[in-house]
């Protein structure tokens, strides 16, 4: 079963819960804002199902998200930012803001980001970016001989995370251009989300524990494993992306692994007009949309067509949550003592969801 609750009370609600596990006020409300458009834009895998496994990462495991991060310039144009431990959601969004400011002093900025929790939907920081007038590409990632669970291709055994990327281009309205996506088949979230509806994956996603393929989602925790999309070009994509992570220095030698995370802005201003260069994008996506679609199709969309889309719905509709998801964050909220009532609502909170 499904219910729909308002994108107010669902930031509101999840404030609280992140207040009760010591999260300061402006860092709560990073990782309430963070979850809660990842469903308003239709990716449910990193939405508020999320929030029982950061509670429990933060509360059980010493990791608390009260820290603020610290940035040391490694170069011009080159920097790191030290999480302390904390909220990736928070992190991630703070070092984007970061970057993205010293990009517009310096032309480009390529920042990495160390010792953070989960960072989420990596578009959330693209689209950060696009709406500063500026390319952003992030990466994320891992990999060595038995780590992760996605196969390296032509593999029996897993090698790689599911090293997502994520790029943002300004068009200079409220449909900014997004690409996002793990380079494997399919997000583990969306995997989590499957199970919560009890619906089965596509055909090429993963394998059993056999080496077998296979649409179960119990076969993947069973032992199984993600295969990376596009086979070979998949592949060679998610290495990429482990090794621009390692840009920080993430090589571990004797266990001969890497990883990292890379946020890269271009100032749009430093090669042309902003205002040209958007007219420019969005006449020619408007171009690639009006080509007639195929059957089967209603229309041809580009990147960050869908998540606009999904976002004008839920905001009137409200956001739709499966009785798994609500079972497991009530159980939190009162666990936490946080109250489950529309009264926590403020008034800041509908302004941002109006």
């Given amino acids: 079963m499904v219910q729909r609750y308002s994108p107010a009370f669902i930031h509101a609600l999840t404030r609280q819960l992140f207040e009760a596990v010591r999260a300061p006020r402006h860092v709560a409300d990073a990782i309430a804002e963070s979850l809660v458009e990842a469903n308003l834009k239709g990716h449910d895998s990193h939405g508020i199902l999320r929030i029982a496994g950061y509670l429990e990462s933060y509360q059980n495991r010493g990791r608390y998200p009260e820290d603020e991060p610290t940035f040391e310039e490694r170069g011009l144009r080159t920097g790191t930012c030290d999480g302390a ?14 970057a993205i400011e010293k990009a517009k002093e310096l032309e480009t900025y390529q920042m990495v ?12 920081y693209a689209e950060i970016a696009a709406k500063a007038g500026c390319i ?6 891992s990999g060595g001989a038995g780590r992760g669970r996605i196969l390296p291709f032509g593999g029996a055994k897993p090698a790689l995370g599911t090293n997502p990327m994520a790029i943002g281009v300004p068009t200079g309205d409220e449909s900014p251009f997004i690409i996002d996506y793990a380079t494997s088949a399919i997000a583990a979230g969306k995997m989590f989300f499957a199970e919560t509806q009890g619906k089965d994956l596509k055909e090429g996603c993963i394998v059993d524990k056999e080496g077998r393929p296979s649409v179960k989602v119990q076969d993947y925790y069973d032992g199984g494993n993600l295969l990376a999309f596009g086979k070979h070009k998949g592949y060679g994509m998610s290495l990429v992306v482990v090794l621009l992570g390692a840009l920080s220095g993430g090589f571990d030698l004797k266990e001969r692994s890497a990883g990292g995370c890379l946020i890269q802005i271009m100032d749009v201003e430093a090669f042309t007009p902003l205002s040209d260069y958007q007219q420019g994008v969005r006449a020619f996506l408007d171009s690639v949309k009006d080509v007639p679609p195929a059957a089967g199709f209603d229309q041809v969309l580009v990147p960050g067509d869908p998540e606009f889309i999904a976002r004008k719905d839920r905001l009137v509709n409200g956001i739709e949550v499966w009785d798994m998801t609500i079972d497991e964050i009530k159980e939190w909220a009162e666990k936490l003592d946080v109250s489950w009532d529309e009264d926590s609502i403020e008034a800041s909170d509908r302004a941002r969801y109006a």
């Fill in 85 to 98: 431990g904390g909220s990736g959601l928070y992190i991630a969004k703070i070092a984007t803001e970061r």
């Fill in 113 to 124: 980001v160390e010792n953070n929790g989960h960072i989420g939907r990596l578009g959330a």
């Fill in 136 to 141: 952003g590409i992030i990466t994320t990632g």
